[in-house]
């Protein structure tokens, strides 16, 4: 028999029952029927009918490895998912332009463009276009709508990932543009809609097949600063669809003004960008030789400005301790607040030991209540390239297929 649960209705629990198999399958790999019978609670009934109807749907498939119990036992077939089978576009609308590529559910690129965002954006033209160019792709792929679970979608600044609205995007696209019908109207597709950095928190757990539990916070830092928080393996995006925006917290109310609106904002003060307009001011053969010596091979950049801390630059290594002291602090609010069991960082800052070693350095000063919950990842780049994809991950996760739900 298949689990009951209060409040559900038989396709609410069936559906229950296939995400259910699909997360096993997913975060801890091939498994036999028995076995997932055993972790799952269901019946051997129960996983057999669920099991055969993924295959015939395409989703799961018999794997060519066989286990045998004893010598006279019977074998037991393994299972797993389809992962090479199995299509995702991702499409990730960024401030000057739109990346769309083509996975398999893998998480490995087949296919990929870039479209060029030009001022004063015609919506529908905007949106026409690039869906002609998805089309263009699974042409040159020989991919149908069939073979794809979906398209997945990321935006900057506040979306209600619900209904497929971009609430605001800071200027990219107008204010409350529906992107899922823009693109569902097009094409026959199901479209999944996220802020980019709610979609990196679920990326970095399907990158490594890792479930995050019972709750995680997620920072991404570079070039702006955003964060996301889940809850059993779900981003919360609060009533308003503004949960988390850490880097728009008011810490000076007479600051810079932000790309928000607000003046004095976190990212205005520890984004590269200010980091780099700071550093732009100090800038002089005498004061921070090492960065002079960056700047005439080439532009500063946060690379350079890494490079000059290297060369000894004191005043560059000072300025970037503030920074990390102030980041530190806003941490250990959150973390205060929040209480997750676990904590990552994402910027390919971290990739250079004496910058990660010195933000450690300030992360045990003001951020104590941490521990040992922080994680410092340096992989930021491909964590956003599969964000928008990983949406759709999500969602086949949850036993939601092409064009219908379970």
């Known amino acids: 028999m298949i689990m009951v649960s209060t409040g559900k209705n038989v396709s609410d629990l069936r559906r229950s029952n296939i995400s259910l198999i699909l997360n096993l399958l997913y975060f801890e790999g091939t498994q036999s029927r028995k076995m997932l019978s055993r972790k799952s609670s269901l019946t051997p009934a129960a996983v057999t009918i669920l099991t055969m109807e993924l295959i015939e749907k395409g989703y799961i498939i018999n794997s060519e490895i066989t286990l045998r119990n004893g010598k006279a036992g019977r074998s037991e077939q393994l299972i797993d998912i389809n992962y090479k089978n199995l299509f995702i576009v991702g499409m990730r609308i960024d401030r000057e332009t739109v990346e769309i590529r083509l996975f398999n559910l893998g998480l490995e690129c087949i296919g990929s463009l870039d479209v060029e965002i030009t001022t004063c954006v015609n919506v529908d033209d905007f949106f026409e276009l690039l869906c002609d160019k998805i089309a263009f792709l699974m042409v040159q792929n020989n991919l149908t709508s069939k073979m794809l679970l979906g398209i997945g979608v990321t935006i900057l600044g506040i979306v209600d990932s619900i209904d497929g609205v971009s609430i605001s995007s800071f200027g990219i696209i107008p204010d409350n543009t529906n992107i899922r019908m823009h693109i569902e109207k097009r094409l026959p597709l199901p479209v999944r809609v996220n802020n980019n950095v709610r979609s990196m928190l679920l990326a970095e757990s399907a990158i490594n097949h890792h479930n995050q539990g019972v709750s995680h916070l997620f920072i991404k830092y570079g070039p702006g600063l955003g964060a996301a928080f889940s809850i059993a393996q779900q981003a919360y995006n609060g009533v308003n669809h503004r949960a988390m925006e850490l880097g728009h917290v008011t810490i ?155």
Request: hydrophobic residues 40%; aromatic residues 6%; negative net charge.
């Open 252 to 406: 000076n109310p007479d600051g810079e003004l932000c790309r928000c609106g607000r003046r004095g904002c976190l990212e205005t003060i520890v984004s590269y960008e200010a980091i780099l307009s700071e550093a732009e001011l100090i800038l002089s053969k005498e004061r921070t030789p090492a960065l002079y010596a960056e700047c005439e091979k080439g532009e500063l950049t946060i690379c350079s400005l890494v490079q000059s801390v290297v060369g000894g630059d004191v005043l560059i290594r000072q300025m970037l301790r503030e920074k990390f002291v102030l980041f530190s602090q806003c941490l250990e609010s959150n973390v205060t607040i929040l209480d997750p069991k676990t904590v990552s960082i994402c910027s390919e800052i971290f990739v250079h030991e004496p910058i990660r070693d010195m933000f450690l350095e300030q992360v045990a000063i003001y951020a104590k209540s941490l521990g040992n919950r922080l994680v410092l990842n340096p992989d930021s780049a491909e964590i956003e390239k599969v964000g928008a994809a990983s949406l759709v991950v999500h969602s086949f996760l949850a036993g939601q297929s092409v064009g219908e739900q379970y």
